[in-house]
Nanobody, 124 residues
Framework: LELAESGGGLVPPGGSLRLSCRSS????????IGWFRQAPGKEREAVAC????????DYVDSVKGRFTISRDNNKGAVYLHMDSLKPEDTATYYC??????????????????WGQGTQVTVSS
């Protein structure tokens, strides 16, 4: 599954951004999609995940109440709406896909297909 992220940029603290993850594959709707991020010098971490039909979501504690993941399978897209951004949210954000996971939906080891990433910088 080929994935392409977009929507990153520079935003001041407290600002908002919406990231998009798109695929033209006909099988996109069968995949669980996750957003992950990696800051310089840190390990990649899960941010949010959504199941194939969009009724189940999961978030890392640090973004709960600020980020919202959603999807539109008709458009082949998953979105990450980020509000109240903080400098510690600065990272390269990646979307990834898997057909199935065991245990936590955002378990990174189950994700097979990855996009190239989009940079998010939160700074005044």
């Amino acid at each position: 599954l080929e994935l392409a992220e977009s929507g990153g940029g520079l935003v001041p603290p407290g600002g908002s951004l919406r990231l998009s993850c798109r695929s033209s594959a006909s099988t996109f709707e069968y995949h669980i999609i996750g957003w992950f991020r990696q800051a310089p010098g840190k390990e990649r971490e899960a941010v949010a995940c959504i199941n194939d039909i969009g009724v189940r979501t999961d978030y890392v504690d640090s973004v709960k109440g600020r980020f919202t993941i959603s999807r539109d399978n008709n458009k082949g897209a998953v979105y990450l709406h980020m509000d109240s951004l903080k400098p510690e949210d600065t990272a390269t954000y990646y979307c990834a896909a898997t057909l199935a996971t065991r245990g936590p939906m955002c378990n990174m080891s189950w994700y097979d297909d990855w996009g190239q990433g989009t940079q998010v910088t939160v700074s005044s």
